[in-house]
């Protein structure tokens, strides 16, 4: 197994703090987001991970020479949505963790064992607001996703933590290219490949608890993740 951990964003939602630091490499307790994915991931024996970036990229030497990681480098990072990043890393898409690099990681609910399908690692979060709802069957298999959904109602969400199996992974990436290589992907991200084509892999939902990860998108997450950290 491997991890692929994507980090090209500019976290402009984040300024002034991203204004000369990736938001990956925002620290929360001491420690930046993306290095205490490592650090789970290294826990649980993963040694080959790839990191994606574009913005700032030279911030990322320092943890690529610290851990030995694999850098691939987006320099079209403010032209696309992610699609284009892994476009750039499909080689590496399959038996593999892939991780938002923006989000922090609470418990490390990363199995340590190969799972036997494809997984989303969901959280059941509440006030929802433009967040991708995973619709799942008795069997836990995922079988549609709703996009940009709102409403109070606790949902299972696309928490930005997934596995994904050597035969799922492969698929995806020859989609991606697809796309790519078409020029039909300006507007995508590369998850809408993963939901365009949900009837042709096998993609379970693995429920983990509401405050295992929290995505860092703007400085009011940031601050409701220090609150909540505080009071756990």
Not at 72 to 85: P, R
Not at 120 to 146: M, P
Not at 162 to 180: H, L, P, T
Not at 192 to 205: A, F, G, H, S, T
Request: with cysteine; net charge negative; aromatic share 10%.
């Amino acid at each position: 197994m491997r991890a692929i951990l994507v980090a090209a964003g500019m976290g402009t939602r984040l300024r002034p703090l991203t204004n000369t630091t990736p938001k990956s490499l925002i620290e929360v307790n001491g420690v930046s987001l993306l290095e205490r994915q490592i650090i789970n991931l290294r826990e649980i024996g993963i040694e080959e991970i790839i990191v994606l970036t574009g913005y700032l990229d030279e911030k990322f030497d320092d943890l690529v020479e610290k851990y030995n990681l694999i850098k691939v480098y987006n320099d079209k990072f403010d032209v696309y949505n992610n699609i284009y990043t892994m476009y750039l890393a499909r080689e590496y898409l399959h038996d593999v963790f892939v991780i938002d690099a923006d989000n922090y990681i609470n418990r490390n609910f990363l199995p340590k064992s190969r799972p036997e399908h494809s997984e989303y690692y969901s959280a059941c979060k509440e006030s929802i607001t433009g967040e991708w709802i995973l619709r799942h069957d008795e069997n836990n298999r995922v079988f549609k996703v709703d996009i940009g959904a709102e409403g109070d109602k606790p949902s299972y969400i696309m928490s930005g933590a997934s596995y994904w199996s050597e035969k799922d992974g492969k698929f995806i990436a020859e989609k991606i290219a697809k796309k790519v290589e078409k020029e039909e992907f300006e507007n995508l991200y590369w998850d809408d490949i993963v939901v365009e084509n949900l009837d042709n892999l096998d993609v379970r939902i693995n429920k983990i608890n509401s405050d295992d990860i929290f995505e860092i998108d703007s400085l009011k997450d940031l601050e409701y993740l220090k609150k909540k950290l505080k009071a756990i």
